[in-house]
């Protein structure tokens, strides 16, 4: 009896020995696999960074972090209900993903492209309601709603893009590491995303604090970022701008097989402009070609129905 006992010691010892490793590899294949996830959507992360500052730079600074709270929990709530459903496709309707992203870009390719056309004076702005602007109203419960729900809408869309494209890029792993992946990546894609954009948004109270204190050092800093508060939100305009179109273009290009010639497009190019080519300037290209087709179709559809 003693040995039989012994020998379940022993066989539960090796069970447990190999459950850790195999515990241990999934753990690597994750954080392998989150890795490269990440840097496939480090172009829409910083897209996200770019644009949702943009929706509650005008709320009332006492309301900034609730809004951005509200936003945050509301992206988590996206990405709660994307994974399962991207996973699902994933088995089971495979061929839906490709047009998904190709999606995906064009509205990324068409945001851009308006956006870059009403900086240049090309497209007259949309006229947006600012009732979450005013500072001495005392409910801003509804002024608030908009605000919310016009940077939950643009943040959905990029969402989507980050799951599909991490799905994609873990499409032959197991389940388990899938679902470990897509998790982080929601959880990194959100928080991360939304704590730089509660620090751009306080950056001027901080310097404001600053200002208050008798260290010449401290005051100079509080300064600095006031000054810089205004500077930063309009670099972020331009960089939300180029992102969306480098990113919007990349993916059509990916997911359309009679364009992936463009990818080699100045290969035989001196120094580092193959990849300047890559990277930045064919798919900006593509994206504002197909920008311009969707806003061209979009103002003839409203001239003729108008």
Request: glycine share 8%.
């Amino acid at each position: 009896m003693s040995g039989l006992i012994g020998y379940i010691g022993a066989l539960a010892d090796d069970l447990s020995a190999v459950a850790a490793k195999v515990a241990a590899g999934s753990l690597d294949d994750i954080a392998n696999q989150t890795a490269k996830s990440l840097s496939k959507t480090a172009g829409i992360l910083i897209d996200d960074t770019a644009t949702i500052p943009q929706y509650v730079s005008n709320t009332a600074a006492k309301r900034e972090i609730p809004v951005i709270w509200k936003i945050t929990k509301k992206s988590l709530r996206n990405k709660a209900i994307m994974i399962p459903i991207a996973i699902l496709i994933t088995y089971f309707a495979p061929w839906i993903m490709a047009p998904i992203l190709i999606l995906g870009g064009s509205y990324l390719a068409y945001e851009g492209t308006e956006s870059l056309g009403e900086k240049l004076g090309l497209i007259k702005p949309h006229e947006h309601t600012r009732e979450h602007s005013i500072p001495n109203t005392n409910d801003l419960t509804a002024a608030e709603d908009i605000t919310v729900n016009s940077a939950v809408r643009t943040d959905t869309i990029l969402s989507i893009e980050i799951i599909a494209l991490t799905i994609a890029s873990v499409a032959t792993e197991s389940l388990s590491t899938q679902l470990g992946v897509l998790i982080i990546v929601g959880l990194i894609a959100t928080f991360a995303v939304y704590g730089i954009v509660g620090m751009i948004i306080k950056m001027d109270d901080v310097g404001f604090y600053l200002q208050e204190k008798q260290n010449k050092l401290y005051q100079a800093i509080g300064s600095f970022l006031i000054r810089a508060m205004p500077k930063i939100l309009k670099s972020l305009g331009w960089i939300g701008m180029v992102a969306m179109l480098m990113v919007g273009g990349s993916i059509i290009i990916h997911n359309i097989d009679q364009l992936h010639f463009l990818v080699i497009l100045g290969h035989n190019l001196p120094s580092i402009l193959p990849l300047a080519m890559k990277l930045f300037f064919v798919p900006i290209g593509i994206s504002l070609a197909v920008g311009s087709l969707i806003i061209m179709s979009i103002l003839k559809f409203q001239q003729r129905y108008a």
